[in-house]
């Protein structure tokens, strides 16, 4: 089970990739990590299920962009709605809620150059 400290790092880096460089070349390797981590919780397995999903698009020749974008805000979709599942204390919410707004940013440009 991944940690408390592990999950905001792992937030934290995956806000900052989409902010900053969003590729799916450097996003891959983050979307493994959070895949292995979210399958272990049934909460959280329909988000490693959509982030598999947008793996596969992503690496598809050629990737195809709507798809990507669709993933995107379904990932952002399950964020959202597991946010306040984990309480209104902490900066866990806040956390959840701004990778959910830097995945809807991203699906607005093009990730798959």
């Known amino acids: ?3 408390l400290a592990d999950a905001t790092s792992l937030l934290e ?3 900052d990739l989409l902010h900053n460089s969003p590729t799916s070349e450097a996003g891959i390797p983050l979307l493994d ?3 292995g981590a979210l399958r272990q919780a049934p909460n959280t397995k329909p ?3 959509a982030l598999a999903t947008l ?5 598809a020749e050629p990737a195809d962009e ?3 974008r669709t993933s995107l805000g379904q ?3 399950l964020l959202s709605a597991l946010s306040p599942e984990t309480g209104s204390e902490g900066e866990m919410p806040s956390l959840l809620e701004g990778l959910a707004a830097a995945l809807r940013e991203a699906g607005e440009t ?3 150059d």
């Open 1 to 3: 089970m991944i940690t």
């Open 13 to 15: 880096q995956t806000t």
């Open 33 to 35: 990590q959070w895949i």
């Open 47 to 49: 988000i490693a299920d």
């Open 55 to 59: 793996k596969t698009r992503l690496q």
């Open 66 to 68: 709507a798809a990507v």
């Open 75 to 77: 990932v952002a979709d």
């Open 110 to 112: 093009s990730i798959t």
